[in-house]
């Protein structure tokens, strides 16, 4: 038995997946690596290398997780770490997504899992700057604030998921690991 690169997420309707791509075609050009809209989600908790041992654990703490499904709403275009120094580019998620983050949290940490040191931010990630040269940085932001208000859609959060991550040189390839529903 070996380990599973594993994380917590949230995924995103097919509606507003395809809103992604127009995002995206919005900084087409400027140096960056796009996420495929395709497996776009809201990570609530990255857990890294688990044995695949404790898979079934970790699903059982997920399944006394406490929340009912609510509204999101994805809205505004945003950077980390800064407008200066750009890394990603993400879309705002709007909804009780700290309270659920909290609650992974508590569950998690009966199994030894440590809370999150950074503060725990909302998003879907649109694109990353991985070689943008300076004049691309300064097109991202400028672009980043025309975008910083738009209102890209709502969704039902029904659900979270244990997911696995497979790296591979064509991106990411994640496989279900368990589904929780919320409410249940």
């Excluded at 960056?32 to 857990?47: D, E, G, Q, R, S």
Aim: no cysteine.
């Amino acid at each position: 038995m070996g380990n599973l690169r594993a994380f917590i997420a949230v995924e995103i309707s097919d509606e507003l997946k395809e809103k992604m791509r127009d995002i995206q075609l919005e900084f087409k050009g400027f140096g960056l690596k796009f996420v495929n809209p395709a497996i776009a989600h809201l990570t609530l908790k990255f857990l890294g290398d688990v044995p695949e041992g404790k898979i079934k654990q970790i699903g059982e703490a997920l399944d006394m997780v406490e929340s009912e499904p609510f509204d999101a709403e994805l809205k505004g275009v945003g950077v980390f770490p800064n407008l200066k120094r750009i890394r990603v580019v993400w879309v705002g998620a709007y909804g009780n997504f700290n309270e659920l983050h909290d609650s992974v949290e508590s569950k998690l940490a009966s199994l030894g899992y440590a809370k999150d040191e950074k503060e725990f931010r909302s998003h879907i990630t649109v694109a990353r700057a991985k070689n943008a040269s300076k004049e691309e940085g300064r097109s991202i932001a400028d672009k980043v604030r025309d975008l910083s208000e738009m209102k890209i859609g709502s969704m039902m959060v029904e659900r979270i998921k244990l997911k696995n991550s497979t790296l591979t040189p064509a991106g990411p390839i994640y496989e279900d690991l368990h589904v929780k529903e919320l409410g249940g």
